[in-house]
């Protein structure tokens, strides 16, 4: 069944949101890196790279269907970030952000009757989830740690674990 109409338009603004998000947690490692934290700064690179793989699901769904991806514009980050609770909090935000636009996009498919996109959708919703309850833990963590330095460093070296195994 070929992707076409209000559908293939809102696959391709999340595919544009995906990349944005990549983006943005690019943004939130470099600030991690100035804070002298390379584990922390790993582990929103690695989250980095699973935002593109995100939206290359998307758009492999849309070429599959013969719909034809667009990227649209991305905004450049605009992040306040002062230590790493900003950071967390920021990534949870923005997290919850692309969840709701998933949820819009199953909505959608429902209404257009499109089941062959249920599948991806369900996959996606699932994803979310995860990734919302493992930002939310660690911003938990974070929020737990205060201004321990020590106890920075351990979750430093716990997170930076993440991007050699990604």
């Known amino acids: 069944m070929e992707l076409t109409g209000k559908l293939a338009e809102a696959f391709s603004t999340q595919i544009t949101l995906e990349l944005t998000a990549a983006t943005v947690y690019r943004q939130l490692a470099v600030e991690m890196e100035v804070l002298s934290l390379p584990g922390i700064a790993g582990w929103f690179r690695a989250q980095a790279g699973e935002e593109i793989v995100h939206a290359e699901k998307f758009m492999t769904h849309m070429t599959d269907r013969s719909a034809h991806p667009r990227i649209g514009e991305q905004p450049a980050p605009t992040l306040n970030v002062k230590s790493v609770a900003d950071a967390f909090a920021a990534s ?22 499109d089941i062959d996109s249920i599948p991806l959708l369900h996959w996606f919703i699932d994803e979310q989830v995860e990734e919302e309850a493992t930002v939310g833990e660690i911003l938990d963590r974070v929020k737990m740690i205060g201004n321990d330095g020590s106890g920075l460093l351990r979750l430093d070296a716990e997170l930076g674990s993440r991007s050699s195994a990604s």
């Open 92 to 113: 949870l935000a923005h997290e919850q952000k692309v969840s709701e636009a998933i949820r819009e996009l199953y909505r959608l498919a429902q209404t257009e009757g």
